[in-house]
């Protein structure tokens, strides 16, 4: 992508806002691990995707997966995903690499109560801190960053859950935007239409078939995570009543003059694909 460690605009993780010490051995190995990730991601001539993955592998710590250096790789790779468009292979090539990272013991570890490995657990935490809401300078953003998560869940990356699928539409949909300048607004949608354009038919699976979660509305630590907005008042969680409301929704706005064009296009795109995934994934 021909960026700079310098040129990321990092938000600090939860070690840095304790003001840990970073060595420069750490500083070192980030700086190193970003050149890959930048020559993996390069439009000209990109670096393999099994040479990138043996250079990381050697940067970063070997059955450490709570380290320093791992949390820093888990944050440069959201950084690079909101500055990367949605219309690229970025989001995709990036997903694709932490698939295959995430063979190996740099990123996996086995919890002691139930025996069950876990992948990218500080990366789950970067996912959790980075964007929140379109920043109005920079609305790309957000769009991006939905998009690269629903490139991770659709690589399996994270065990399946509908929560960042669920979230974002509420937001785009179910909770009141019409207060919102058009680019902030269309902002929200075209999040929103990530998770089609890249995990729909994973999500509509789910509705089909409830048991694939790994987690459910009634397993949920916070039920109410999964509850809906105030512009929505039918079956809550994730339901073909509420995805049916979010296809016409975008349907709407695909003819609305108060998003952007390029909102519109994808929003058209998104309702054909929901229409799609209904008819051809049903019996």
Request: aromatic letters at 12%.
């Given at each position: 992508?021909?960026?700079?460690?310098s040129?990321?605009?990092?938000?600090?993780?939860?070690k840095d806002?304790e003001a840990?010490e970073?060595?420069?051995n750490i500083?070192?190995?980030?700086?190193?691990?970003?050149?890959?990730?930048?020559?993996?991601?390069?439009?000209e001539?990109?670096?393999?995707?099994?040479?990138?993955v043996?250079?990381?592998?050697?940067?970063?710590?070997?059955?450490?997966?709570?380290?320093?250096?791992?949390?820093?790789f888990?944050e440069?790779?959201?950084?690079?995903?909101?500055?990367?468009?949605?219309?690229?292979?970025?989001?995709?090539?990036?997903a694709?690499l932490?698939?295959?990272?995430g063979?190996s013991?740099?990123f996996?570890f086995?919890a002691?109560?139930?025996?069950?490995?876990?992948?990218?657990n500080?990366?789950?935490?970067s996912m959790e801190?980075?964007?929140?809401?379109?920043?109005?300078d920079n609305?790309d953003?957000?769009v991006?960053?939905?998009?690269?998560?629903?490139?991770l869940?659709?690589?399996r990356?994270f065990?399946?859950?509908?929560?960042?699928a669920l979230?974002?539409m509420?937001?785009?949909?179910?909770?009141e935007?019409?207060?919102?300048?058009?680019?902030?607004?269309?902002?929200?949608?075209?999040?929103?239409a990530?998770?089609i354009?890249w995990n729909?038919?994973?999500?509509?699976n789910?509705?089909?078939?409830?048991?694939?979660?790994?987690?459910?509305?009634e397993t949920?630590?916070?039920?109410?995570a999964?509850d809906?907005?105030s512009?929505?008042?039918?079956?809550?969680?994730l339901?073909?009543?509420?995805?049916?409301?979010?296809?016409r929704r975008?349907?709407?706005v695909?003819?609305d003059?108060?998003?952007?064009?390029e909102?519109?296009m994808?929003s058209?795109?998104?309702?054909a694909m929901?229409?799609?995934f209904?008819?051809h994934?049903?019996?």
């Amino acid at each position: 992508m021909g960026l700079h460690l310098s040129q990321l605009c990092r938000k600090p993780s939860g070690k840095d806002r304790e003001a840990r010490e970073v060595t420069s051995n750490i500083e070192h190995t980030q700086e190193k691990a970003f050149a890959v990730l930048n020559d993996y991601l390069g439009l000209e001539s990109p670096l393999p995707l099994d040479l990138a993955v043996e250079s990381l592998l050697k940067l970063l710590p070997t059955d450490a997966p709570d380290s320093e250096e791992i949390c820093r790789f888990g944050e440069d790779c959201f950084e690079l995903a909101e500055m990367a468009s949605y219309k690229t292979l970025s989001h995709s090539r990036l997903a694709q690499l932490l698939e295959a990272l995430g063979l190996s013991s740099h990123f996996t570890f086995l919890a002691k109560e139930n025996g069950r490995v876990w992948r990218f657990n500080l990366l789950k935490h970067s996912m959790e801190d980075f964007c929140e809401g379109p920043d109005s300078d920079n609305p790309d953003r957000y769009v991006n960053y939905n998009s690269f998560l629903a490139h991770l869940y659709e690589h399996r990356i994270f065990p399946t859950d509908p929560t960042y699928a669920l979230w974002a539409m509420r937001a785009a949909f179910e909770d009141e935007r019409s207060h919102e300048g058009k680019e902030v607004r269309s902002s929200w949608i075209l999040g929103a239409a990530q998770w089609i354009l890249w995990n729909g038919q994973s999500i509509f699976n789910l509705i089909l078939e409830p048991a694939l979660y790994d987690v459910t509305y009634e397993t949920w630590p916070d039920r109410g995570a999964w509850d809906s907005g105030s512009l929505y008042n039918g079956t809550t969680g994730l339901s073909l009543e509420r995805w049916q409301f979010w296809k016409r929704r975008f349907g709407e706005v695909s003819k609305d003059s108060n998003v952007t064009d390029e909102c519109k296009m994808v929003s058209a795109r998104a309702m054909a694909m929901m229409d799609l995934f209904e008819k051809h994934m049903t019996f």
